[in-house]
């Protein structure tokens, strides 16, 4: 079956840290990978996503490359902002398995001044 | 511009009651989906619908129940609340297979 596994929170790092995100996965088909992010009190939204194998998202500095061979999804940023902190979500979808998302568990990330 | 509401945006309620959370979208999107988001679960799927008079069990529907007569509404209907049901509740909509759009949440309390 189709799930995502990240890795755990929290994350702490200081203002202007490298940021890495763990995610993998795992398909019956062909998904396409996201990352979403949640501000404190807010829903869902999505930050970058990539279709197919080798493709990169990014966006707001954030980069992320869809790797078919390890089947993961990291999310990289090469120095944090505060206003970075939130909770970050790797999620699948399977075009096999009809519209629906599969998420990881949410990874909590604080920058301090 | 296109948007996905929810209300209310917070709720308390007693053991037993039933309670029904509101989505709306302007998209005018087929596929709608409600979860609820719990700390060490992440998003867990509830119910989902691809289009009016269709609906779909996910992975946690026990206690919830929706319907769908128009393509903007979805509401999500917890027949006799329970403790455990104290939770953030999401909605959101896609047109395809591709990207969701989030709604800003409901948060409910079952006392």
């Known amino acids: 079956g189709n799930s995502v596994t990240q890795m755990e929170g929290p994350v702490t790092l200081s203002e202007e840290a490298f940021l890495t995100i763990n995610c993998t996965y795992t398909?019956?088909?062909?998904?396409?990978l996201f990352w979403y992010v949640q501000y404190p009190g807010e829903g869902l939204q999505l930050l970058l996503k990539?279709?197919?194998?080798?493709d990169k998202g990014s966006n707001k500095g954030f980069e992320a490359t869809y790797r078919k061979e390890t089947t993961s999804f990291h999310l990289e940023k090469g120095s944090v902002q505060v206003s970075d902190s939130a909770v970050y979500f790797c999620a699948l979808s399977d075009r096999n398995t009809g519209n629906q998302f599969y998420f990881g568990t949410g990874t909590s990330l604080t920058v301090i001044p | 511009d296109a948007e996905i509401t929810q209300s209310p945006r917070h709720k308390i309620t007693e053991t037993g009651r039933q309670v029904t959370l509101a989505c709306h979208q302007t998209?005018?999107?087929?596929?709608m989906f409600w979860y609820r988001q719990d700390l060490g679960h992440g998003l867990r799927l509830i119910h989902y619908s691809y289009g009016v008079h269709d609906t779909n069990k996910g992975e946690v529907s026990d206690g919830y129940s929706v319907s769908r007569s128009n393509t903007e509404d979805l509401p999500l209907t917890l027949e006799s609340a329970a403790s455990s049901q104290t939770s953030v509740y999401f909605c959101?909509?896609?047109?395809?297979?591709?990207?969701?759009?989030f709604g800003p949440g409901t948060r409910l309390l079952v006392l």
């Open positions: 990539a279709t197919k194998a080798d």
């Open positions: 959101a909509s896609s047109e395809s297979w591709e990207t969701q759009y």
């Open positions: 998209w005018n999107h087929n596929n």
């Open positions: 398909a019956t088909g062909y998904p396409s």
